[in-house]
């Protein structure tokens, strides 16, 4: 199996242990492009948070490269070099792994802020600033731009974020859990933009219908009767993203992705040409009954790289791990090498040897 185990660079970074925590992994997922995040870092010698405030690029934010752009990442400065992933991925690479820039696409609450146009919004007309709507040009183009930056020098890519973010996001102090239906839920995640809007029409569909339709379908949990086409139009606009973005990398890329296609998030759902162009598919398997989904990625006829967590079970990921490979997962990702206590670093080891590797 490909195994790999995502890391952000402030957590190799000026920690001589962090390499034995990569012992039977092949490839190191690490952050060159990633939201804001309050990232926990139990086994750093020098700290235990990082506090990244804003999505940033992790690469140097090349002047020449952006000036002309209203959409432009931010340069961090919780870490002390322009380019940690860079110096990271030096350090990873001189004990024999390969690193995949991990790039976080249209998850960005500070230009959905600044630039309110470019965020999604649904159908009452609430936007949520930490989605950037793909159905828009500029998105695509910064998205395009930023991967590229962002996987300079890598061995290859993970594409998070790669669709459209929809209702869910954990922010600070989230207080919506339990609010709405799944049904519900997936209504609020239609974006409703101009740029969606325009699309609708070009598909026959009134806006003004299909936003009064919509509320209704809120409010009662119901169903919609153009529901096929709004779907039509969130994928014709995340293969235009897929394809600007895929269009600037010559390495190869596994892409963060969901059976259902309408899944919204860090993996979005898939669309119906999604995987022939890229290498691999991340799929979320957890929590632990989370094989079926897996399975049905598998269905899709592309290598899937299971997405597993040891931050929340405390035993049984051994197993799981071995089920997953039953159901056809050709690969694990491990999620987190740095965000792990030392107690939880050994499903870590657990895991490796259930998949055959360590």
Request: charged content about 20%; hydrophobic content about 45%.
């Amino acid at each position: 199996m490909r195994l790999t185990g995502h890391a952000y660079p402030w957590d190799v970074l000026g920690d001589p242990g962090f390499l034995a925590r990569t012992e039977g992994l092949a490839t190191v997922a690490l952050a060159a492009a990633y939201h804001s995040t309050r990232a926990a870092t139990p086994l750093h010698p020098s700290h235990q948070l990082v506090e990244a405030r804003y999505a940033a690029l992790y690469r140097p934010v090349r002047e020449s490269v952006w000036r002309r752009r209203r959409l432009r990442p931010g340069t961090p400065d919780w870490v002390s070099t322009p380019d940690s992933f860079g110096e990271a991925a030096a350090v990873l690479r001189a004990a024999g792994l390969e690193v995949s820039a991990w790039v976080v696409l249209t998850h960005n609450t500070r230009l959905g802020t600044e630039f309110p146009d470019v965020a999604v919004v649904n159908c009452f007309g609430d936007r949520y600033p930490y989605a950037l709507c793909p159905s828009r040009p500029e998105v695509r183009e910064y998205a395009a731009t930023l991967a590229a930056e962002a996987a300079e020098g890598a061995d290859a890519v993970s594409l998070e974020a790669c669709g459209q973010l929809g209702l869910t996001h954990l922010s600070h102090h989230e207080k919506t859990d339990g609010a709405w239906t799944p049904t519900a839920q997936r209504w609020l995640s239609v974006c409703c933009c101009d740029a969606c809007q325009q699309a609708w029409s070009a598909r026959g569909l009134d806006p003004a219908w299909v936003l009064s339709t919509l509320r209704e379908a809120v409010r009662t949990s119901g169903d919609v009767p153009f529901a096929d086409e709004l779907l039509a139009v969130r994928h014709a606009a995340t293969d235009l993203l897929r394809a600007e973005v895929l269009a600037g990398l010559s390495v190869p890329v596994t892409l963060h992705a969901h059976p259902d296609p309408w899944v919204t998030g860090a993996s979005p759902g898939l669309t119906p040409t999604t995987g022939p162009d890229v290498s691999a598919l991340v799929v979320p398997a957890w929590p632990l009954n989370s094989a079926p989904v897996v399975e049905a990625a598998v269905a899709t006829g592309r290598p899937v790289d299971a997405y597993v967590t040891v931050l929340q079970a405390d035993e049984g990921l051994a197993d799981y791990v071995q089920r997953l490979t039953a159901v056809g997962a050709t690969g694990l990702a491990i999620y987190h090498l740095g965000l792990a206590p030392s107690w939880r670093q050994t499903f870590v080891g657990e895991m490796v040897r259930a998949a055959g590797g360590g």
